[in-house]
């Protein structure tokens, strides 16, 4: 048997090849030339495996979808709240090269990290103390994430850098109020620089694997950024990532995203999928026109909406029966996902264990998932039946709990016991 999901991809692509809507970028020349044609999608799974379609091995400037992913260095880098001081998160509702400050604070800043404002200021923050160029320094970042070697595009570079007026003057007015604290044309080529990476969606899902996966890159296993991180930069990709088409966007798609003026988006949906599309022909907003339908019929078609929820498992007790008599051994057989919602139901059916010496036993060997509030809401259930004079072993043969700070007493013995009874 083959999966299925190759042939849906591609059955996608062609279904959306009708849609010649949408201009190419012409504010930096050289996109101006791309090949309409193109299109491409990709998707990883949440274990690492990259499905893909169509003009998978065709390479684009990364424009702003590099945002995000320097957003996640310097946050990683200098922690959130020193980021925090110099570019705020409040979606902008202006065109991403608008040169507007939040005036609201003290000190003007940025918007948000998705803006040019807030990019170029992110770039800003790159720690480059033996003066190595932070452009080289993020396409390091980026080929780290990607698994391969990423180029920059010199001859976009240097064609959005003939034209640079705009981010310029977005640099000097920084400068002008210090968000910048260092001469703003070197960091603007550096920002433009940075914009010019090439990448194919195959490699766009590789670098958001590392998104979907809290932080560890499926292909080494290696952490690469803390939970705070990666949910501070999806947060400001649901709220910001898709210019001033966010609201939109969240209401039809309602996945994390982030699109760039070469065409592609990627789309996030932490602990399932990581998306990646590209064509060339934008929309007024300046978002892929074909990526925005495959993007939609995705999220339509896999459920991915973030709002649907994860709905619970409804049931978490799956059976509850007494298996031995003196001393009692009550087994609780749990099953699906253990979060707030499961733990709750489950401390509730516990109130009903009167004071006894009796053996509680938790058999988890169904029991798919458990979120940390699930985990200790659980552990804190088994020390209070503890406190009630109840014994209590766990049949947790995945180690679903294997996460808790707490190291807890399992009683061995009686586990095997248990196991003999069972069998
Ligand atoms: N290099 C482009 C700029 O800064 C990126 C714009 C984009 O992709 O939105 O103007």
């Known amino acids: 048997m083959n999966t299925p999901v190759p042939e849906y991809l591609a059955n996608l692509l062609y279904n959306c090849k009708a849609n010649g809507g949408g201009q190419l970028a012409d504010y930096i020349p050289e996109l101006a030339s791309a090949d309409p044609n193109k299109l491409a999608v990709a998707l990883t799974t949440l274990d690492g495996l990259v499905y ?8 684009f400037s990364i424009q702003s979808i590099s945002k995000a992913f320097t957003y996640a260095y310097v946050i990683e880098e200098l922690g959130l709240d020193t980021v925090l001081k ?22 003007p800043k940025p918007k948000n990290p998705m803006i040019n404002s807030g990019a170029i200021t992110t770039h800003s923050l790159i720690a480059n103390a033996d003066n190595t160029c932070r452009a080289e320094i993020i396409r390091k970042f980026f080929s780290e994430l990607a698994g391969r070697e990423l180029s920059f595009d010199m001859s976009i570079f240097q064609s959005e850098m003939n034209t640079a007026y705009r981010n ?11 968000i910048l604290e260092s001469d703003p044309t070197e960091i603007i080529e ?18 958001i694997s590392v998104l979907v996966n809290d932080g560890i890159l499926p292909r080494t296993g290696e952490r690469i950024l803390s939970h705070k991180t990666v949910r501070q930069v999806l947060t400001v990709m649901t709220t910001c990532g898709m210019y001033d088409a966010a609201g939109d966007w969240l209401a039809n798609v309602g996945i994390p995203a982030k699109s760039g ?4 988006i990627i789309g996030v949906l932490p602990g399932q999928v990581g998306l990646a599309v590209f064509s060339p022909k934008l929309d007024g907003h ?3 026109v074909r990526g925005i339908d495959i993007m939609q019929q995705l999220s339509n078609d896999m459920g991915l909406h973030l709002l649907e929820g994860v709905p619970s498992s409804r049931v978490i007790v799956h059976d509850q029966s007494v298996v031995r008599t003196k001393p009692e051994v009550k087994v609780y057989k749990l099953q699906g ?15 009903d264990e009167d004071k006894s010496d009796n053996i509680i036993v938790f058999d988890l060997s169904h029991i798919s998932l458990v979120n940390d509030v699930g985990r200790r809401m659980f552990l804190d259930g088994i020390d209070r039946l503890r406190a009630d004079g109840h014994d209590v072993a766990l049949i947790d043969p995945d180690l679903v709990l294997r996460d808790a700070k707490t190291p807890r007493k399992f009683v061995p013995k009686i586990y095997q016991d248990i196991q003999e009874v069972l069998n």
């Open 52 to 59: 893909s379609a169509g003009d998978d091995e065709y390479e």
């Open 190 to 207: 550096s920002y433009i620089k940075q914009c010019s990476i090439n990448v194919t969606v195959k490699d766009l899902v590789n670098m």
């Open 337 to 351: 996902v253990l979060q707030f919602t499961e733990a709750e139901r489950l401390l509730r059916i516990l109130q």
């Open 286 to 288: 300046g978002n892929s």
């Open 261 to 264: 003026v070469a065409g592609g």
């Open 86 to 107: 110099k570019v705020g998160v409040e979606p902008s509702g202006e065109a991403f090269n608008e040169i507007s400050l939040d005036q609201s604070e003290d000190r």
């Open 168 to 178: 310029l003057s977005i640099g000097y007015s920084l400068r002008n109020v210090s």
